[in-house]
């Protein structure tokens, strides 16, 4: 009769290198451990000093994507969420996804007009920021509009309206999509941010704040006005 012999099964035989909890890898053909790369199993975290990512790092619902090109999907093919982060390998830079537009993550910080206007009724026209584009955005989303007045108008009757708007290259303003008219009476509405959050085209070559007086009665405004923005990828 034959015999037919059964080997044992392999074991993961072997001793772990390293200290406790130090993840094992393939070190020249033996086991490895390293102080730089430790899992807690109580945490269910792992600690390593450098994370290099050829594609996608994903962070509890966030995925941050790094390539070349604007990414319109996850990697997966599942679609981008907000907050979603990308790194773009070709101008090392960081953006974010708002819902619709991939957004630089350095916000950019506008400020136009201090000084003081004294006039009866009377449109003004405070100086305008300049909006350059750049090879890392084209197009601005400005996300909100802050006043500091010292000093506006006297009562309801006498007082100062202000509108965010863009100037276009063909040197035409327009009103600011989002940016509604704030009406600047002493001692109300001297302080605060409007949230605009609208996308300013690539025609445009600036932003202003656009002062018009209501009543009779002359009197002076002294005020500080910045916008918050950032770029678009392109």
Known sequence: MAQIIIPPAPSGGGTPSGSDTQVQFNDGGAFGGDSGLVYAKATDTLTTGTLI???????????????????????????????????????????????????????????????????????????????IPSTFGNSFFVENCTRNVLLAGSDATNYWQLQAQILRSNNVAANLTGASAVNLQHPTNNSGTQVINSVVASDAVGLQVLLTKFGSAPNIINAVFSFNGRLIAP
């Not at 509890?60 to 994507?65: A, D, F, L, T």
């Not at 907000?82 to 506008?110: A, E, K, P, R």
């Open 53 to 131: 990512a050829s594609s996608t790092i994903r962070n509890g619902w966030v995925e941050q994507i790094v390539s070349a090109t604007k990414p319109t999907t996850r990697v997966s093919g599942s679609a981008l969420v907000v907050d979603d982060l990308w790194y773009n390998t070709t101008t090392n830079t960081n953006w974010f996804w708002n819902g619709t537009y991939w957004l630089s993550q350095y916000q950019y910080f506008f400020s136009t007009f201090t000084g003081f206007l004294g006039a009866t009724n009377t449109i003004l026209c405070p100086e305008r920021i300049p909006l």
